[in-house]
């Protein structure tokens, strides 16, 4: 900041002499102190502009059908978990970055309706299930439903319906805008490198997740990252053709049980349980705590200290307590 000026006092004794002009002093040149700029999401520096951008979700398929999907390599979080039939669904949070194309958009669900609570942030879909739908009315949660907002949409005639619906997150924040939202997320992840630099910790080069007899993913390291496949097939994002690879890889365990109908899950996602968070080459059992569906999910090592992720993305998976882990 410029340094004010400061005047000399003048003495009693020097009333009426004569005043003597001193040279004036340079003012200090002004120091500027740049502000530095934290994603909440990715814990990583970021410019000013990229700070602002408005972050959101976007619910995204993931049947066989609907491989390669665009955009999840730009996705600060993607959290994966199962849908109906033992495929499982993505719900993506983007802010950091800016892709053109998004999707294939699916169905809202209860529990990814939790996760957005968690974040306080709007999350685009197509249609819901009534559990779903029920639960977005009566609690006023921010919605983007293609079925009411179809000019934020558009469908791509290289792949049938309906895993053929797309968006982008230039169109999802400017339906934000126009829907007036009380935007107000609150991001409270916790970031550390030093402590993924530990050597101590245990190895980490290979993770791989049996969720059922339908579905399996691996992370493989290489080069700092986590490259993801599923089954046995290499995970890339459709529009650059890069595999799909993330800084950190949570295993949430929890319990994921059908419901009456025979079809539709429930998957708990408040109470504690255990799990692994994974990064560098490492790997740290954890356990995991969330009060309520608005609270935040506190990740923590056997000692009870918050347990940080490394700054970058992070593909959270949320498995039920009958999956195979094995990681090496």
């Known amino acids: ?20 002009s001193t040279p004036q002093t340079k003012p200090k040149s002004v120091i500027k102190i740049s502000q530095k700029y934290i994603s909440p999401y990715t814990g990583e520096v970021v410019t000013k502009k990229v700070f602002d951008n408005t972050a959101v979700l976007a619910i995204i398929e993931n049947s066989v059908d609907a491989r390669p999907q665009s955009g999840l390599n730009d996705a600060d979080i993607v959290y994966e978990t199962m849908a109906e039939g033992g495929i499982p669904r993505f719900i993506a949070l983007f ?20 996760i957005s609570k968690e974040y306080n942030l709007p999350f685009a879909h197509c249609g819901g299930s009534e559990e779903a739908l029920l639960k977005i009315n009566k609690e ?9 907002n179809s000019s934020t949409y558009w469908r791509d005639s290289i792949r049938k319906a309906p895993h053929n619906l797309y968006t982008s997150t230039d169109k999802l924040r400017e339906l934000i805008k126009s829907k007036h939202f009380v935007y107000s997320p609150t991001a409270k992840l916790n970031f550390n490198k030093l402590y993924w630099d530990n050597t101590r910790l245990t190895k980490a080069s290979d993770v791989f997740l049996k ?7 691996r992370y493989t390291y290489k080069n700092g990252f986590y490259l993801k496949s599923m089954d046995g097939k290499s995970s890339t994002d459709k529009e650059n053709k890069l595999p799909l690879s993330v800084k950190n890889v949570v295993v949430q365990i929890t319990t994921i049980k059908t419901q009456a109908d025979g079809s539709h899950l429930d998957i708990k ?15 740290v059992k954890m356990f995991w705590s969330k009060k309520t569906t608005t609270s935040k999910t506190i990740l923590t090592d056997n000692k009870g200290n918050n347990l940080p992720l490394n700054p970058g993305k992070t593909w959270w998976n949320i498995i039920d307590k009958n999956a195979v882990i094995n990681i090496k």
């Open 140 to 148: 006023k949660l921010m919605s983007m439903n293609e079925m009411n």
């Open 1 to 20: 900041t410029p340094c004010e000026h400061s005047f000399p006092t003048r003495r009693s004794s020097d009333l009426g002499k004569k005043s003597v």
């Open 211 to 217: 969720l059922n007899r339908y579905y399996d993913t």
């Open 95 to 114: 802010q950091k970055e800016n892709p053109k194309k998004v999707g294939p958009i699916r169905s809202a669900r209860a529990y990814f309706l939790d």
């Open 269 to 283: 996602l408040t109470g504690n349980g255990s799990g692994y968070v994974i990064s560098n080459g490492k790997y």
